[in-house]
């Protein structure tokens, strides 16, 4: 049984440009919650998606936006970069928001 | 709103000696309270969830408690090894809210 599986590992941009990360949950997993951790710092949630809406928000900007599949996948949509948006985003899944189990995340660098 | 502490912030011990890493946390509402490991650069990986009715969980050398009353957990690690290196992480979960961490403590078990 595969974990939560992200993509890409990593990923350069520049400033005001648009990007899209992706999330495989475990499978089983009906709710997937994203999050970005910046250097020595905990994990700041961004949103959590179940049946395909977004269920809850943290304190982001509407630059950040997401998206769920009919098969539990999602996507993490961030546009207009900034510098401060480099990061490590983490992807969470877990069944009716118990256990959360993390992907190993996508290290994005905006130059 | 809740908000997670952890101390120390940095941990430093000779191999084969237990140790206590600790978290607080403000909302004694918590529903149930995740211990997790993250190696530099790499994603979270689940050690134990400790659930609102449980007081401790214990798996091979890690044993984590929860004490709601007093807003505490704490993450005991007996024997520790260099393969123990790591930042620890606690994150509290208090029904339909999102976990919430903390900055975490960063462990070297020195051989």
């Known amino acids: 049984d595969a974990g939560v599986t992200q993509s890409p590992t990593h990923l350069i941009k520049t400033r005001g440009q648009q990007v899209t990360l992706r999330c495989s949950p475990k499978?089983?997993?009906?709710?997937v919650s994203w999050y970005q951790q910046a250097l020595g710092q905990g994990p700041q949630f961004i949103f959590q998606?179940?049946?395909?809406?977004?269920?809850q928000r943290g304190n982001f900007p509407d630059r950040f936006s997401g998206h769920q599949f009919p098969n539990y996948s999602s996507e993490l949509n961030v546009n207009a970069l900034l510098l401060g948006d480099s990061a490590l985003y983490l992807c969470?899944?877990?069944?009716?928001?118990?256990?959360?189990?993390f992907g190993p995340g996508t290290r994005l660098t905006v130059l | 709103k809740q908000e997670v502490t952890q101390i120390p912030a940095a941990l430093s011990v000779p191999e084969g000696e237990n140790l206590v890493l600790n978290c607080s946390f403000t909302?004694?509402?918590?529903?149930?309270l995740q211990w997790f490991r993250q190696d530099p650069g790499k994603g979270l990986t689940s050690l134990l969830l400790?659930?609102?009715?449980?007081r401790e969980q214990t798996s091979g050398r890690l044993n984590a408690s929860l004490d709601k009353s007093s807003g505490r957990s704490t993450l005991y690690i007996a024997a520790s090894q260099p393969g123990d290196s790591a930042t620890y992480l606690c994150?509290?979960?208090?029904?339909?809210?999102?976990?919430?961490f903390g900055k975490g403590t960063r462990l070297s078990v020195i051989a």
């Open positions: 994150a509290g979960y208090s029904g339909n809210t999102p976990l919430v």
């Open positions: 499978s089983g997993h009906d709710t």
């Open positions: 909302d004694s509402a918590i529903y149930n």
């Open positions: 998606y179940y049946e395909e809406e977004e269920r």
């Open positions: 400790i659930q609102s009715s449980q």
């Open positions: 969470a899944s877990s069944f009716q928001s118990n256990e959360q189990f």
